[in-house]
């Protein structure tokens, strides 16, 4: 799935100004929820003549070929048709169920091939049409995806299918806007079609509306179990700092999937911004044992370690996590927490005057400066950290709560 995941820092974080803001959106949607290739044993009539015994046979042939499609032996069914097509090449319902069949074994590019020929036959046949998008859209080709369910909307401008799919193109080429026009109009009379509910809730979150997309999403989730749809909902509570409205969501993704890509590091950072490290800590280790490479689920528990004092479980987390971003500042920053409370303090400070040098308004690596110049013996330096402290600390209360965060 395309993923793009940043949230809440662990509590006591400022999380708008660490790792890009900390607080990204986290939206997937590579495998379309849950639309799949429409795989039609189409009734087409074959065009042209053929001996009568090679029709006979080759219509033998075809009737074995859709029996196996329909039981999903699909080896068989790709096998026969091909039998079939050497016997009538221009046999068009064998060229379009083979399409069909390609695509439905993965083999998106021969689909592409065999469903253009049985259009060249028929151009105006709108489901292999439709099957060209979607062998099109499961091969990464957006941009001819787009042009084969647009085609079908000129003939159908009503086909609710057909503009589900084209609002999942206009979301994957970054045009959210677009589906939401092409998606509003029909949603009053097809509220219960929960394929246009999931395009239309994530193209609302993806254009700021999230006051109605994240609803949307919601109810779309609890009537079919969608965990993606949760997972949205969830992250983009999680971005608008509504704790409790994101572990709700998260929880009930977990519950239905809990090895769902990225789920367990989003998880435990509801639970974490909530105070709840006791159940933060083991949703972030299920997160590692799916992927010990996760970023955040490295720095996360890397940091709750680190604040229990319990250095040797932190300090593999943390470098992981460093390795992972080198020049993410939260990493470098609890890292060198780290070394500061375990006697490495030459290379703390240093790290720590980097990361004042790049953001000279984060008031914590002042605050951590200020106790390791004492440590180094450097009481002036020290003491300059505190009046900065102190100087950032009143700026900090005058422009209140929210713009201090």
């Not at 009568?52 to 329909?70: E, F, H, P, S």
């Not at 003939?155 to 999942?168: E, H, I, K, N």
């Not at 239309?200 to 009537?223: C, F, H, N, S, W």
């Not at 490479?293 to 319990?310: C, E, H, V």
Request: charge should be negative.
């Amino acid at each position: 799935m395309d993923v793009h995941c940043e949230a809440a820092g662990p509590r006591g974080w400022n999380p708008g100004q660490r790792e890009g803001g900390l607080f990204g959106a986290c939206f997937m949607l590579d495998a379309m929820w849950p639309v799949a290739l429409l795989l039609l044993v189409l009734a087409i009539p074959a065009a042209g003549q053929a001996p009568a015994a090679g029709k006979a046979n080759a219509d033998q042939l075809l009737g074995m070929a859709v029996a196996a499609q329909q039981r999903h032996d699909l080896k068989t069914a790709i096998a026969t048709y091909r039998k079939v097509l050497a016997l009538q090449p221009d046999l068009v319902q064998a060229r379009a169920n083979l399409g069909a069949a390609l695509a439905d074994d993965g083999q998106y590019a021969a689909a592409i091939e065999e469903d253009k020929k049985a259009l060249a036959a028929m151009p105006a046949n709108t489901g292999v049409r439709m099957n060209l998008g979607l062998a099109y859209y499961k091969n990464g080709d957006f941009a001819h995806a787009g042009l084969q369910f647009e085609r079908v909307l000129a003939q159908r401008p009503m086909d609710v299918s057909a503009a589900v799919l084209m609002g999942y193109v206009d979301i994957k080429l970054e045009r959210p806007a677009e589906a939401l026009k092409l998606l509003t109009p029909l949603e009053p009379s097809h509220e219960s079609n929960m394929d246009l509910e999931y395009v239309l809730g994530y193209a609302q979150i993806q254009t700021g509306d999230d006051k109605d997309g994240v609803p949307r999403l919601e109810r779309m989730a609890r009537t079919t179990n969608a965990v993606d749809a949760y997972v949205i909902a969830g992250t983009t509570r999680l971005h608008k700092r509504e704790f409790h409205e994101a572990r709700v969501d998260l929880d009930a993704a977990v519950k239905l999937n809990p090895e769902f890509p990225g789920l367990q590091t989003l998880v435990g950072q509801a639970r974490d911004a909530l105070g709840d490290s006791t159940l933060a800590m083991p949703a972030f280790e299920a997160a590692l044992q799916q992927n010990p490479r996760d970023f955040m689920a490295n720095l996360y528990l890397g940091t709750m370690w680190l604040k229990q004092r319990n250095f040797e479980k932190a300090r593999p987390l943390l470098e992981e996590a460093a390795k992972l971003q080198p020049r993410a500042p939260m990493a470098r920053f609890e890292l060198a927490k780290l070394n500061g409370l375990t006697g490495q303090y030459a290379e703390a400070a240093a790290t720590l005057e980097d990361l004042e040098k790049s953001d000279p308004g984060w008031l914590d690596p002042h605050v951590e400066l200020a106790a390791l110049y004492y440590k180094l013996h450097r009481p002036a330096d020290g003491q300059r950290e505190r009046d900065i402290v102190a100087k950032i600390q009143a700026q900090q209360q005058k422009a209140g709560p929210q713009n201090s965060q």
